[in-house]
Nanobody, 126 residues
Framework: QVQLVESGGGLVQTGGSLRLSCAASGRTWSMYAMGWFRQAPGKEREFVAA????????YYADSVKGRFTISRDNPKNTMYLRMKDLKPEDTAVYYCAARDYSGTFPYGIDDGYNYWGQGTQVTVSS
């Protein structure tokens, strides 16, 4: 069992920055990868970024590439998402996700993960 708790969301002006954190607890020694998704009101949840726990290979959605950076601190069992040059279209609830099993990793879809956090709100004002 893995529990995930997001933090760091809030209100920021266009062009500002935020850093989201996702703290994992429980059976963290089996972690394979973690990722971030977001969901705006009335829209489907979409992939943002993901990182392999071992090795640190990362993936990004085209909409955030160059502005967002995903990272992880393995000893702290924590994943981060540094968001720069935020835009109103980045406004959404951001969810932390984790995968604790190996195999083909469809990092960009919900089914690629088996644990989810409760989400943290990010609002970017115009």
């Amino acid at each position: 069992q893995v529990q995930l708790v997001e933090s760091g969301g809030g209100l920021v002006q266009t062009g500002g920055s935020l850093r989201l954190s996702c703290a994992a607890s429980g059976r963290t020694w089996s972690m394979y990868a973690m990722g971030w998704f977001r969901q705006a009101p009335g829209k489907e949840r979409e992939f943002v970024a993901a990182v392999h726990w071992s090795g640190g290979r990362s993936y990004y959605a085209d909409s955030v590439k160059g502005r967002f950076t995903i990272s992880r601190d393995n000893p702290k069992n924590t994943m981060y998402l540094r968001m720069k040059d935020l835009k109103p279209e980045d406004t959404a609830v951001y969810y932390c996700a984790a995968r604790d099993y190996s195999g083909t990793f469809p990092y960009g879809i919900d089914d690629g993960y088996n644990y989810w956090g409760q989400g943290t709100q990010v609002t970017v004002s115009s």
